[in-house]
Nanobody, 115 residues
Framework: VQFVESGGGLVQPGGSLRLSCLAS????????MRWYRQAPGKEREVVAE????????NYDDSVKGRFTISRDNAQNTVYLQMSSVKYEDTAVYYC?????????WGQGTQVTVSS
């Protein structure tokens, strides 16, 4: 099982980014999927999740109304659309499946919000 996250970068406050997570070694259609983030000096936290069918999504209060998680099961890929980003969104972003999150985390993708 592997995850390859991409799409991060430097963005100004109020800007947008679209992150991608390409999974391999399993079929994501059988799993819910989550986006996590880890800021410097902090623990990894869940920011968004989506059920296997894509019908239900949940968000941490800190990103609700600004981030949108989606999935393309045919492409084995999960996305995170980030809008109206804030300085506090600066972190490395990761994805993983649930239930049964694997220990083999990807390298993540760095998002830096700065003016």
């Amino acid at each position: 099982v592997q995850f390859v996250e991409s799409g991060g970068g430097l963005v100004q406050p109020g800007g947008s980014l679209r992150l991608s997570c390409l999974a391999s070694g399993f079929t994501i259609s059988s799993y819910g999927m989550r986006w996590y983030r880890q800021a410097p000096g902090k623990e990894r936290e869940v920011v968004a999740e989506i059920t296997s069918t894509g019908r239900t999504t949940n968000y941490d209060d800190s990103v609700k109304g600004r981030f949108t998680i989606s999935r393309d099961n045919a492409q084995n890929t999960v996305y995170l659309q980030m809008s109206s980003v804030k300085y506090e969104d600066t972190a490395v972003y990761y994805c993983n499946r649930y239930p049964g999150a694997v220990d083999s985390w990807g390298q993540g993708t760095q998002v830096t919000v700065s003016s």
